[in-house]
């Protein structure tokens, strides 16, 4: 009903229109008609008065003025003139105006405005027609104009200004009122929208009397649907908590076979090789003593032996925590104090530079300190080692005193990590290192959690990795541990 209405609605608004350029179109007819029974008589000599006194403009003709045989005067009014004078005192029954004007007229008065200007520019470039809309004195009018020629008649009067016949010589324009037609169409469209507007209520009528009946149907469907749906989305769920908890005892499985096997060769293995690690180091102190002189390649090698004994010291002892934590001894410790003596443990590369944020408002821990700084330095260790060409180490701590725990958050600028690359990352063997044995992280996992905490991990690609340990917080004095 609305696209008929508005359908309707514009088509009475161009019928109107087409009224409105049908009566301008008349009006020009008659005034074009009226020019060219002027012209083929050569123009008409009427009495000389105030309202037709000579025309100025035509004092070059030697038989402008005429002296009948009884003696009356008489003065010629060319076709120009007599259709001006009859458009300036005659108009249409709707106030049409017309006006007859020349980009090269004889009668300055004749002059085009703005809009006839344009209109006259267009007409000698070949239209035929110019017709547009626009106000005038702020009331929207149809402007309508149409090209005149140069006839044989016309040289009379105008062959001094060098037209030929057949050319353009100006053009006769009407002006008609918009707001009578507007009238009427706002009348009809006002007929036209009652009338829609019973069709409709009518119709309304009907669907609403089958919209209930469908509406009744409706809602049974939709408890039957729904019914359905809820008995389905209850199956999924348990399902999938199901499959969670299939794969979650998959993954312990894993784990715990994978700490079982080594568990079977760590400790023969890191008895064994510890032994020579010791010698080793021993015997690097001894040559570092005695050649205090030596040069500095020397001294370069030692270092190196050095450094690599503490590397495999260190794979030696991830291994054996890896497969056996010790019971953790909880002590008291500041939250700050710990995260500086892990760094003076640690030797951060210089290329790496180190923020601290920790609050001193922060309550202190309540955990094993050498187990927690162990899982601190495998966690700077790996952050540094995720900037190959330096970065940003940022360590902060958060309290969330609801929990009663305080949050470590370790962030590096790093290469950062896939996702598929993090759901390994804390099972035994699993590394991404050219050097390492996959231990460090499950050592970490496994202190933490010893020590009633947890461990996460959230990164991406080329914006580094952030760990999060979380670890509860003393509680405050004078309350039982």
């Known amino acids: 009903m609305g696209g008929s209405l508005g359908w309707g609605m514009y088509g009475i608004s161009q019928e109107s229109l087409k009224l409105a350029q049908y009566e301008a179109n008349a009006y020009i007819d008659k005034d074009i008609a009226f020019r060219n029974w002027a012209t083929a008589h050569g ?24 002296t009948t045989t009884n003696g009356k005067h008489l003065t010629l009014m060319n076709p120009a003139y007599m259709l001006r004078e009859m458009q300036s005192r005659f108009s249409g029954p709707l106030g049409e105006k017309g006006r007859i004007t020349s980009l090269k007229p004889l009668n300055p008065g004749n002059a085009p405005d703005a809009w006839e200007r344009g209109a006259l520019l267009r007409l000698e470039q ?10 005038i004195d702020g009331v929207a009018h149809l402007r309508t104009m149409r090209p005149f020629g140069v006839e044989p008649g016309c040289l009379k009067c105008h062959g001094q200004q060098g037209y030929k016949v057949g050319e353009i010589r100006g053009g006769i324009d009407v002006a008609i009122s918009l707001a009578p037609f507007r009238d009427i169409a706002g009348r009809a469209q006002f007929k036209l929208a009652t009338g829609h507007g019973v069709v409709w209520c009518v119709g309304l009528l009907f669907l609403g009397v089958f919209a209930r009946r ?3 149907r409706q809602t049974e469907r939709a408890l039957a649907d729904e019914a359905i749906r809820q008995l389905n989305e209850d199956l999924e769920n348990k399902v999938r908590e199901r499959t969670q908890q299939l794969l979650a005892a998959q993954e312990a499985l894993v784990r715990k076979e994978k700490l079982a096997m080594l568990g079977q060769v760590a400790g023969n293995v890191g008895h064994e ?19 205090p002189q030596a040069d500095d390649i020397v001294k370069e090698y030692l270092n190196i032996i050095r450094n690599e004994v503490a590397v495999s010291e260190r794979i030696v002892a991830d291994l054996l925590d890896a497969v ?7 002590e008291t410790v ?14 951060v590369a210089p290329s790496v530079s180190v923020q601290l944020n920790i609050p001193a408002t922060l309550p202190p821990l309540r955990v094993d300190a050498l187990q927690i700084q162990q899982a601190l330095r495998n966690l700077l260790s790996n952050a540094v080692d995720a900037m190959p060409d330096g970065g940003t180490l940022e360590i902060a701590a958060l309290e969330n005193r609801s929990a009663g725990t305080i949050t470590i958050h370790v962030r590096d600028t790093g290469t950062g990590m896939t996702s598929p690359v993090q759901a390994q990352l804390f099972q035994p063997l699993f590394t991404t290192k050219a050097r390492g044995i996959g231990l460090g992280l499950v050592v970490v996992k496994n202190l933490i959690q010893a020590n009633g905490g947890n461990v996460q991990v959230e ?18 004095a004078g309350e039982t541990p």
């Open 43 to 66: 123009g008409v000599y009427v009495p000389p008065s105030e309202v037709t006194p000579p025309n100025p403009y035509l004092s070059f003709m030697p038989d402008r003025d005429v």
């Open 126 to 135: 070949g239209a035929k027609e110019v017709s547009e809309i626009s106000d």
């Open 214 to 216: 469908a509406q009744q």
């Open 273 to 291: 090789l510890r032994n020579p690690l010791g010698v080793m180091s021993n015997a690097v102190f001894f040559l570092q003593t005695v050649l």
């Open 324 to 330: 056996h934590t010790r019971e953790p001894s909880a």
């Open 334 to 347: 500041n939250v700050r104090e710990l995260i500086e003596q892990t760094l003076r443990k640690y030797t």
């Open 459 to 476: 990164s991406e690609v080329g914006k580094g990795s952030v760990f999060s340990v979380t670890l509860p917080s003393a509680p405050p």
